[in-house]
């Protein structure tokens, strides 16, 4: 067989590559390693210091540490699981001990206390000497969010001004309402887990750039990145917002079309409150319960507290969390809320097996509120309504972000039909003079808490979908449809085995350290960009990104996860080489 010859690709001497020397790694002309970039040994040192403190790193982890200590931005799309919170702790240690700074932003007030247990977990296995928001010698970890003391942000805002720090965790909150307090500074490392809580506030993206060393001269944005961007997400919408990430640091934020669940989904239009203690009876401990607003959490709360070792979570209390985590309760109770504590980030794959919302996520806008709707929501709107005649007159709405008069002229058309209630959508209950979007988006995190990525495969879960309005139900099961989950009726539950199935899926999870990687990067190389992005494309909105030589982009690619039957296959890197 003819073996092939790569002219020129040697990294060692420069000549011609032979399939030989690429096996084995090594240059035969100057014998040395190939591909050893300046940051491998920093890598290694790296990547033996997260064993230490977490255990082996996964094969994603171990390209994301390559990119941060490169220098090098980019978005993290990837599914919930694969450990992308505990590497922006873990690296952001490894660089506090080389004097650097790291500013990790994360989305409640849960996550932050979560990171920074796990950062005093990290630096006591380190053996590093460390202060959390107090004064000491070591490394110092400054940290703020709601549920902090009067003394408490006092003596954070004192040390913060002193920059008596080296990591600072916050909420997202506190960039856009507290950016006063870190103009003027910059950060070698930003992780932001889970940039669609930032992207809510128009200016964020911004403020991220002026962080990493950019700046303003009129409408111009001038200056370098004197550091490494990662931002987080599974389910990220990018839009106009991320323009200047793809800019100034040359990667867009991409989202998958898809979640990764192994969870067995039901619906029923009883949510009375026998129905809540028949499963939570049947299945017994691990169960959130999810409600529709605040009220109702309490109220289920009051209901169920007599016969369950139930607690509620609200954002800034984490008491009930934390005697949950420690096997004290058997079920949490919190709000379907698509950026509420019980929602996002919360990751305990062997407490929580199963998810009961009473009542199903939904966005409502009503006819009142048409004013203030968003050129985003006019334009789902008319999607809605894109039969109508007059809603076809105004067609494409490409022009719709800037067109004030066409944002009015479409709040008109749409204020009439919401109130004659009349489409023909199955997937959208328009009624009473108001319009009510199913949130699948909320239901896939919620439930997803109940199945989570391990070497070994998904731990198996279940979601019960309780809800007594039959039409916003039923809109529901028909949007949900469209994300490949299929609901059982409450009568299909063989209760028995799914409790067996689920508990078995948390006893292989315990035998982790044993079971081979599931997913690991890949390089996928076409000849042409237009091929490049139409294959990446096939999987979800990709996370694009450009590397160039000097002014020019040398090389673009189309990153994304790709599913391969029920598990997930390596992460594909699609790329287009031009010289």
């Known amino acids: 067989m003819l073996k092939a010859v790569y002219e020129g690709l040697c990294s060692g001497c ?48 171990r390209l994301w540490a390559r990119r941060v200590l490169r220098g090098e931005s980019f978005a993290a799309v990837a599914p919930t699981g694969v450990g992308k919170t505990s590497f922006g702790a873990a690296i952001a240690l490894f660089l506090a001990s080389y004097d650097k700074k790291s500013y990790i932003l994360l989305p409640t007030t849960l996550l932050v206390n979560q990171v920074v247990d796990s950062l ?49 965790v916050t ?3 506190f960039l856009a309402r507290r950016f006063d307090l870190l103009k003027g500074r910059s950060f070698n490392f930003i992780f932001v887990d889970d ?55 040359g990667f867009d934020v991409g989202a998958t079309s898809y979640a990764l669940r192994n969870v067995e989904d039901f619906a029923t239009s009883d949510e009375s409150i026998e129905v809540i203690k028949g499963i939570l009876t049947r299945l017994g401990a691990g169960g959130l319960i999810f409600a529709r607003n605040a009220s109702e959490a309490e109220r289920l709360y009051e209901a169920l507290r007599e016969s369950f070792k139930v607690g509620i979570v609200a954002a800034g209390d984490k008491k009930d969390f934390e005697a949950f985590e420690r096997g004290e309760l058997e079920h949490l109770i ?26 199903a996520p939904a966005v409502r806008l009503r006819i009142s509120e048409m004013a203030e709707a968003s050129p985003g929501m006019l334009r789902a709107l008319a999607l809605i309504f894109r039969n109508h005649e007059e809603i076809r007159e105004l067609l494409p709405l490409s022009t719709l972000e800037r067109d004030v008069e066409l944002q009015k002229r479409l709040r008109e058309v749409l204020g009439r039909l919401i ?28 439930s997803g808490r109940t199945s989570r990525l391990f070497a070994g495969g ?47 899926s948390r006893a292989q999870y315990k035998r982790r350290a044993k079971l081979s990687e599931m997913i690991t ?18 999987f979800g909105k990709p996370s694009v990104r450009v590397l160039r030589r000097g002014e020019e982009a040398e090389l673009i690619a189309y990153e994304v996860p790709t599913p391969h039957g029920c598990f997930w296959s390596p992460h594909a890197w699609v790329m287009w080489w031009t010289w």
């Open 14 to 61: 420069g000549g011609d590559l032979s399939v030989a020397e690429a096996e084995k790694g090594i240059c035969s002309l100057k014998e040395r390693p190939l591909c050893l970039a300046r940051e491998e040994a920093l890598v290694e040192e790296f990547l033996r210091f997260f064993e230490e403190i977490i255990g082996k790193p996964r094969a994603l982890q």
């Open 120 to 168: 005093k977990n990290y630096t006591d296995k380190a053996g590093f000497s460390a202060y959390f928001n107090s004064k000491g010698e070591g490394i110092g970890v400054l940290y703020y969010h709601s549920a902090l003391k009067k003394d408490e942000r006092e003596r954070f805002f004192e040390l913060l001004s002193q920059e008596r720090y080296s990591i600072l």
């Open 419 to 446: 109130k004659e209630g009349k489409t023909e959508e199955k997937d959208v209950v328009v009624r009473e003079g108001e319009v009510i979007l199913p949130d699948v988006r909320t239901y896939i995190q919620g």
């Open 195 to 249: 940039v669609d809580a930032v992207l809510k506030g128009s200016r964020n993206v911004e403020r991220l750039l002026l962080l990493l060393g950019f700046y303003r001269e009129g409408k111009r944005w001038k200056g370098k990145a004197k550091g490494a961007l990662m931002v987080s997400t599974a389910t990220a919408k990018p839009g106009a917002k991320t323009r200047l990430f793809r800019e100034l640091l």
């Open 521 to 538: 990067p890949a390089l996928f190389i076409v000849e042409s960009p237009t091929k490049a992005r139409q294959i990446s494309r096939f």
């Open 171 to 173: 909420t997202t909150s």
């Open 334 to 359: 919190g709000t379907s809320y698509y950026y509420g504590t019980l929602v996002r980030g919360l990751d305990l794959p062997e407490q929580i097996r199963y998810a009961i919302f009473v009542g």
């Open 458 to 504: 998904l731990t198996k879960g279940a979601s019960f979908l309780l809800e007594n309005d039959k039409a916003l139900l039923n809109a529901f099961i028909q949007r949900a449809s469209y994300y490949d989950i299929e609901f059982k009726s409450l009568e299909e539950v063989d209760f028995d085995r799914l409790a067996r199935e689920i508990d078995e």
